[in-house]
């Protein structure tokens, strides 16, 4: 009786808990003017940039885990979520090869472009700090599968 539940519980906790994070780290993002912490495979290299000078752009990317996250901050046109949010959704969606939202949640979603048969992956995730609008995406410097996608997209979400 004891061993059919035991398989049982195993079988529950290893679903549930499985988000494609093992063997990552916390990698805190303040010393580059981002205040969060994310994970990160511990072969993520970290390259810190601005952008107009206005915009902090910090890529995080580890090749060999197919990851690759890029992080843009800067001064929030408004602490509204749902409207940062819908910003963000509105850029997506005007992309000619934009497909469908995948998954969709209060501060981010998962979406799928097609250029013709080929589906690539992407997220957005966004983060009201203090008077800055933190937005985390998929780099540009790949074409990502689902999976991989998710994996980011977790990653950057605060640990539940």
Known sequence: MRLPLLLITLFIISACGNDGRSGYRDLDLT????????????????????????????????????????????????NDM??????????????????????EEPQGFVFENKIDSISAYGFRYIVY???REIVFQNSFDGVFTLPEVETMYNSVKPAR
């Open 129 to 131: 700090r203090g008077d």
């Open 82 to 103: 749902a409207r940062l949010k819908a910003e963000e959704l509105e850029l997506v969606r005007d992309n000619r090869y934009f497909e469908r939202i995948v998954t």
């Open 31 to 78: 010393a580059y003017n981002i205040p969060v912490t994310i994970q990160a495979p511990d072969s993520a290299k970290v390259v810190s940039g601005t952008l107009s000078g206005v915009i902090d752009d910090i890529t995080v990317k580890s090749p060999a885990d197919r990851f690759a996250v890029q992080i843009l901050a800067s001064t929030a046109a408004t």
